[in-house]
């Protein structure tokens, strides 16, 4: 059974510190993994990939991958109470039909 | 340059009713997934589809729920006779052809749908 596990949370974190999100998969085949932001009521929306080993860097955002341990990580630098969510990891093995295997999410509240 | 279109939005349907929702993919995206979302819960996957094809609907209940994409037109998700437990936010999502391995999946608003 392909698995991505996520902590459920919530973490909790003042604003203006960093939110490290975690995420660990089953798949050795996995070739990408996606980072999504959930706000209460509404849809999923994209804020990272990644698919190299190493770490990418998109403003606040930081997406760490590392195949070798089967982790994926997603740090949020300067936390804003805006960016309480849940966020959602998947990960994604073309062998695998396309079907995204998904995380439960984590849910993060950034206190003012 | 419309995103992923989904409605109705909300949808009230009673016990033994049916349920259609659709979903139009961004232009230019030719595969579309279904997704249920329990409340507090997490994304289930239902069913994957290309124009006229279903790839996988691993997701699907065995009853009642059936998909299609057809030619021309969006995609529908159909429920049979709906029932108290189908009470859920239901997302469609496309992505366009696979490059590499960045299947990015771009969700819709999602429709609400509520059984009485």
């Known amino acids: 059974q392909k698995e991505v596990e996520q902590n459920s949370g919530p973490l909790s974190v003042p604003e203006g510190a960093i939110a490290s999100l975690n995420c660990t998969y089953s798949d050795r085949g996995s070739q990408s993994f996606f980072w999504y932001r959930q706000y209460s009521g509404k849809s999923p929306e994209l804020i990272m990939f990644?698919?190299s080993n190493g770490d990418k860097e998109d403003g606040r955002f930081t997406a760490q991958l590392n195949k070798a341990s089967q982790y994926v990580s997603l740090l949020i630098r300067d936390s804003q109470p805006s960016d309480s969510a849940t966020y959602l990891c998947a990960g994604f093995n073309a062998g695998n039909n396309r079907k995204l295997i998904w995380g439960l999410g984590t849910s993060l509240a950034v206190n003012p | 340059n419309a995103g992923v279109m989904q409605n109705p939005r909300h949808l009230v349907r009673r016990r033994g009713q049916e349920a259609r929702l659709r979903c139009s993919p961004m232009?230019?995206?030719?595969?579309v997934y279904w997704y249920r979302q329990l409340p507090e819960e997490g994304l289930k996957f239902m069913v994957y589809?290309?124009?006229?094809?279903?790839?996988?609907e691993s997701g699907m209940p065995k009853e009642r729920f059936s998909a299609e994409f057809p030619k021309e037109g969006p995609s529908i998700l159909r429920i049979q006779q709906v029932v108290r437990g189908d009470s859920a936010a239901y997302f469609c999502?496309?992505?366009?052809?696979?490059?590499?391995?960045?299947?990015?999946?771009?969700f819709g608003a999602g429709t609400r749908l509520s059984v009485l």
């Open positions: 232009k230019g995206h030719s595969h």
């Open positions: 990644i698919y």
């Open positions: 589809l290309q124009k006229e094809n279903i790839i996988d």
């Open positions: 999502a496309s992505s366009p052809p696979l490059v590499g391995a960045k299947n990015i999946q771009y």
